[in-house]
């Protein structure tokens, strides 16, 4: 069977810019899971409308992240617009649709599912291909009017689990009509499983079919997308490990009653990675786990065996702000390790922890000056606005700040978002009141504080705190800062051309105004 995956891309404004232009690891993984018994093309369209600007300036000008799912029924029971038809022709054209039995489109937030079920119609129109949405928009499942407003779509994949969609591809093969636990169609409706798959069954990415050299050649007409590959380099992601051991009051994760997490071993991992980077030409790796330091063990275990194979790798990946020991860290940065993004979230050592972090303020410090004097660049998540923060719990975080300004290198402020999480079930003993008027989706619920801010105050709130964050940070580092989209990109140059932490802050200015 033919099968094609493509990713749509983000808007500008999407919430997980950062990691917009990495080749798509889930297509990769999909990939290597089928493409023995089937043929297999996976797709970027983002990467793709990257070098080619003017039909991406004109899908943003259609305004389409902006217009709501009933604008988009309307439009597709037949109300007209020739712009739309035009640019969704053009669209069509260069993800080539044409001969594959089965599209699947991967839509990574709600802001792009509009988009999605256009394209969906319109390949539709050309051809008899089964149509199949997943991502984040769909991990909650679909209600029964879906299938009826959009016809075209054949099926919705629910779960985060790659295999449902493989059961699916074999009752397309062998014409069955199946209910398979993890998939919608129009004739079951099933709810979501709290599953993820082991690590241990999923197989090493494969990126052959990816249009590689467009991530490394972002063309300078692209502007600000030119100057945040200036280096070339290509990162790949890869994960070592699935869920998380943690259980943070206000992420998804607390929410699971599964908190199953599964490790790949160090010499699985390190065979994984000399393959991909003899395979794509690359020594750069975009490590997407929830933390690297979930498993202390593995992580001296591998930062071992790269150091004695000898891998001569750059890696970056998230990391949990406990007590890590200095021997730990310069072990990180010896194998490798040139940039952590730390999940502080907060100064403040009570809301720390309401949040259910599992660090104290003071392990945080002492672990962000540890990985500064082992030349590894901090990055460093703050959220603004969580429930019952006072005044003085925020002007402790903002004194974390600015004690440990030396050894934060990046800083990442985050308004709170109500997600479907512990505070989300239990609100009452977070201090909040949920409201009738809760959006979800890619907005966050909405809610009122007990004994404190109504919503429309606390948006205010929270919109002023993280200007206040932010031009404190800004402020301390005389604007001299790397963007979001460095991280994924020209951290990995920077520290290959001016090997140490210190090197690349006296270049950086340079670096930043070519």
Request: glycine fraction near 8%.
């Amino acid at each position: 069977m033919k099968i094609k995956f493509i990713r749509l891309p983000e808007y500008p404004e999407g919430a997980n810019l950062e990691f917009l232009h990495l080749p798509p690891l889930p297509l990769a993984i999909f990939k290597s899971l089928l493409g023995e018994k089937h043929k297999v093309a996976i797709g970027d369209l983002g990467i793709e409308l990257i070098h080619d600007k003017g039909l991406y300036d004109e899908l943003l000008a259609l305004g389409l992240q902006n217009k709501d799912q009933e604008w988009v029924a309307r439009y597709l029971r037949g109300e007209k617009d020739g712009q739309i038809e035009k640019t969704l022709a053009k669209i069509t054209k260069m993800i080539d649709p044409n001969g594959f039995q089965v599209i699947g489109l991967s839509v990574p937030n709600f802001k792009c599912v509009p988009l999605a079920l256009l394209l969906a119609k319109k390949i539709r129109e050309k051809g008899r291909s089964k149509i199949v949405l997943g991502g984040w928009p769909f991990l909650g499942g679909v209600d029964h009017h879906f299938f009826y407003q959009f016809p075209f779509v054949d099926c919705v994949s629910i779960e985060k689990s790659y295999y449902p969609f493989l059961e699916l591809i074999e009752s397309f093969g062998d014409g069955s009509e199946r209910n398979i636990k993890g998939i919608c169609d129009a004739k079951h409706l099933n709810t979501p499983r709290e599953v993820l798959d082991p690590i241990s069954a999923l197989p090493a990415p494969t990126f052959l079919g990816l249009p590689l050299k467009s991530y490394r050649a972002v063309p300078k007409s692209a502007g600000s997308f030119w100057l945040w590959n200036r280096g070339k380099k290509l990162p790949l992601p890869y994960s070592f490990s699935q869920g998380c051991s943690y259980s943070c009051s206000f992420c998804s994760n607390s929410a699971r009653q599964d908190k199953c997490v599964s490790f790949n071993s160090a010499e699985k991992i390190v065979a994984d990675l000399t393959g991909l980077s003899k395979k794509y030409h690359s020594n750069c790796f975009f490590f997407l786990n929830h933390a690297v330091n979930l498993n202390d063990v593995l992580l001296n275990n591998l930062c071992d065996l790269i150091i004695k194979k000898k891998l001569d790798i750059f890696w970056s990946d998230s990391a949990k702000p406990k007590k890590i020991g200095k021997q730990t860290l310069f072990k990180m940065k010896k194998s490798g390790c040139i940039c952590l993004s730390w999940g502080l979230e907060s100064g403040d050592e009570a809301i720390s922890k309401s949040m259910n972090k599992g660090h104290t303020v003071s392990e945080a410090a002492e672990t962000l000056r540890g990985a500064h004097e082992a030349g590894i660049w901090n990055r460093v998540n703050v959220i603004v606005g969580y429930p019952g923060e006072t005044e003085k719990q925020f002007q402790n975080t903002k004194d974390f700040i600015k004690n440990n300004i030396d050894f934060i290198d990046d800083l990442m402020v985050h308004e709170f978002f109500l997600a479907n999480s512990d505070i989300f079930a239990n609100p009452v003993k977070y201090g909040i009141r949920l409201r009738g008027d809760n959006q979800g989706g890619f907005a966050s619920f909405v809610f009122d504080e007990i004994n404190g801010l109504k919503w429309e105050d606390k948006l205010t709130q929270m919109r002023q705190r993280h200007q206040a964050v932010t031009s404190l940070f800004r402020q301390s580092k005389n604007d001299i800062l790397l963007s979001s989209q460095d991280y994924n990109y020209n951290i990995f140059y920077l520290y290959e051309k001016y090997k140490t932490k210190e090197k690349i802050k006296e270049n950086l200015k340079d670096f930043l105004n070519p």
